[in-house]
């Protein structure tokens, strides 16, 4: 029944598995979707997703599966095959199987549309059933839980309006970047440690000591569990990251507010880091630092997170000379540095804001991907990313 | 033995306006006897559901407040040996008698308790990862042993399970896929009318519009880093009352912005946006279809 939604909504990434669907099938054997494809669009969404952000997902694989049900006449073969289902139902009367018998499907559809139309010119909602009147052919009064009703209770709009306004857009974390979401995966970026000031009771030790001093109390103390984690960000400005200034300002936002770090620092470069960063996005040559000097000063596991769009003109990264600003002339390559960084440091990710599906397309993002792992910047991608900075070390970049 | 939950059909109460849909998700909980998991933004009125749904049941109401520090194990029983230790070095209370030192947490309490109840598991997200996992046993079982005392405790009614998150934390995959989920949406324009009625009973129409106009729009604006919520909105209410703005200065402005907007970047770019010549709606036809149905 339906197996094709299931499917669907593996292809549409939303993850559920047989524990999922055996239980909205167990609650579609108890009738809890009623008599309305609302409460079965919602019914299916609070068994089947676990998440907010696969609403979105769910809503487009619903419309896929059910799209027929809006009244268009090519209907899917699931909802003939659901109408067929009804004849099945126990819960009828021998007078309506006898009448579910005598018409086809073809006729069932026929009414079904024609309920359809009708209420779309009423505008009464639902109410009414398939078929005519009071004989409906799934049974009176809304208590057959395989009938279908269009529509719902006035004012409600109907599963397929809903699932086609797509409003759980926002909420998808494989396009969008939420401030708060992207806190939640830069909380990740944990390596809690023990060191310092001995300044918390250790209670399991406390009791031993206590034991052993035959009962008189013995405190013991410990130093507080921190955070160890050091996060150095380098970040490409200007030019082509420009359409880019809102998720970067909000990654940047989620970052600063992060205060669970050891320490943090940001440095800024244009295209591709040359033998200096700026100290901020104007990159004046004053504030600069040497990239040499913040390799010597910062040590191997500080995590760096470099974000750029990793797209520019192939000199500027494999020639020597290859700074297109004229006042940095310098003779180490871009990619050199690139090299460089990479080797200094134990971990170090590429932030991309750039779709995913066109990093392909110049030969500078393919370049760069082979140094390091890169990840687009949303929500889904900088959990990876924080995933990569801090989890076991895989072998594949 | 645990009664049939077919009788129990949840409708509302006269106080929560509850959707459709969330009376529907809570009736296929009780139905599918599994764990409601209530997610949504702060101040859609997550934690209050589950009270209302005892209540609208006629159920008693258990509730566990998770804190980042809570385990598991508390939720079903804590030792008290403190307790103990302390009255056996001042020989009070009956030391030899462990049971009378274990007490019962929230889970323990409904799993004990003659008649069904309602649990609230509140903010789940705040504890440890590792925290619904812990639970799992527990949730699909309803039974736990006191390993103390080797006392198995099984519920004499199977609890109706509402756990609310805040999404401070990812749960566990094995954790969701045993419960039946629901997102409260943000409340749409007639809700939120509804809720503003409550804190400011007698507010005068064309304010209420007005301020409901600036507070969507507000939240429309993508680049926004803190959306305002409900609670700022009726605080917003209050200000505006209080200090006897007129109408049509709501109209055109968005006055004491700093009760809406709680980030300083949010509020520079707005100043930013006025100061350009930025207009602000007056109009629910400005605000786009989602607003006018």
């Known amino acids: 029944m339906f197996l094709n939604l299931f499917y669907e909504l593996r292809d549409e990434g939303v993850p559920v598995g047989m524990q999922e669907w055996m239980m909205f099938l167990a609650a579609l054997e108890k009738g809890l979707h009623g008599s309305s494809l609302r409460r079965f669009y919602h019914l299916a969404r609070s068994c089947l997703v676990k998440s907010e952000t696969f609403f979105d997902g769910f809503d487009r694989a619903f419309l896929k599966v059910f799209e027929g049900v809006e009244g268009e006449l090519d209907i899917e073969p699931q909802l003939l095959e659901w109408l067929e289902d009804a004849k099945t139902f126990e819960g009828l009367s021998e007078e309506q199987r006898a009448m579910l018998e005598r018409l086809s499907s073809d006729e069932l559809l026929q009414k079904f549309l024609q309920t359809l139309a009708e209420q779309d010119e009423r505008h009464d909602g639902g109410g009414r059933w398939v078929g005519t009147g009071g004989h409906s052919p799934f049974g009176h009064s809304g208590e057959h839980p395989t009938g279908i009703r269009v529509g719902g209770k006035p004012r409600n709009r109907s599963a397929m309006k809903v699932a086609e306004e797509r409003r759980f857009r926002d909420y998808r974390t494989d396009e969008t970047l939420d401030i708060r979401q992207t806190r939640v995966a830069l909380r990740r970026l944990r390596h809690l440690t023990r060191s310092g000031a001995q300044s918390e009771l250790d209670l399991d030790e406390t009791v031993d000591e206590t034991c052993r001093n035959a009962g008189e109390i013995e405190l013991v103390f410990r130093p507080e569990r921190r955070n160890d984690v050091r996060l150095l960000l380098l970040m490409d400005v200007g030019g082509t990251m420009d359409p880019f200034y809102e998720p970067v300002s909000k990654l940047l936002t989620a970052l600063h507010a992060e205060r669970g770090l050891r320490a943090f620092e940001a440095w800024y470069f244009h295209n591709c880091p040359y033998e200096l960063l700026g100290r901020d996005a104007r990159l004046l040559r004053q504030d600069a630092i040497p990239t040499g000097d913040l390799l010597r000063r910062l040590t191997p596991n500080w995590k760096v997170l470099i974000v750029g769009d990793a797209a520019m003109h192939p000199a500027e990264l494999l020639e020597p000379f290859g700074n297109i600003d004229p006042r940095r002339m310098t003779e180490t390559r871009g990619i050199d540095w690139l090299h460089r960084i990479e080797a200094h440091f134990e971990r170090v990710v590429w932030l991309n804001p750039e779709l995913p599906e066109l990093w392909d397309d110049a030969e500078t993002v393919r370049l760069i991907r082979r140094i390091f792992p890169m990840f687009h910047l949303s929500t889904d991608g900088i959990e990876q990313a924080v995933k990569a900075l801090i989890g076991a070390r895989s072998t594949v970049h | ?293």
Not at chain 2, 106 to 127: C, H, N, Q, T, Y
């Open chain 2, 1 to 293: 033995m645990i009664e049939s939950p077919e009788f129990l059909q949840f409708r509302g109460t006269e106080d929560y306006i509850a959707s459709a849909p969330l009376v529907d998700a809570v009736n296929a909980a009780i139905a599918l006897e599994r764990p409601l998991l209530i997610k949504g933004e702060p101040g859609t009125g997550k934690t209050l559901l589950a009270k209302h749904v005892a209540e609208g049941l006629g159920l008693e109401f258990e509730m566990w407040h998770v804190k980042s520090t809570s385990k598991a194990q508390e939720g079903l029983y804590i030792y008290d040996t403190v307790q103990r230790l302390n009255d056996a070095r001042f020989g009070d209370g009956n030391v030899a008698d462990i049971r009378s030192y274990i007490k019962l947490g929230p889970m323990g309490r409904s799993f004990s308790a003659d008649k069904r109840r309602v649990l609230l598991i509140d903010e789940i997200d705040k504890a440890d990862i590792e925290f619904p996992n812990d639970l799992l046993r527990e949730l699909d079982e309803m039974r736990f042993t006191v390993m103390e005392t080797s006392d198995e405790i099984v519920a004499q009614h199977r609890p109706l399970v509402i756990i609310t998150s805040n999404n401070e934390r990812e749960l566990p995959d094995a954790f969701l896929r045993r419960c039946v989920f629901h997102f409260i949406e943000f409340p749409g324009r007639k809700l939120m009318e509804q809720i503003v009625a409550v804190h400011h009973p007698h507010l005068d129409a064309k304010l209420l519009d007005q301020v409901l106009i600036k507070f969507y729009w507000l939240r429309e604006q993508s680049q926004m880093r803190k959306k305002p919520s409900t609670s700022e909105l009726i605080d917003w209410i209050s200000v505006l009352l209080r200090s006897g703005v007129s109408v049509e200065k709501i109209e055109a402005h968005i006055p004491f912005l700093g009760a809406l907007l709680k980030n300083e970047q949010d509020t520079e770019a707005l100043d930013q946006y006025h100061e350009r010549g930025g207009r602000y709606p007056s109009e629910w036809a400005e605000l786009g279809p989602r607003y006018n149905n």
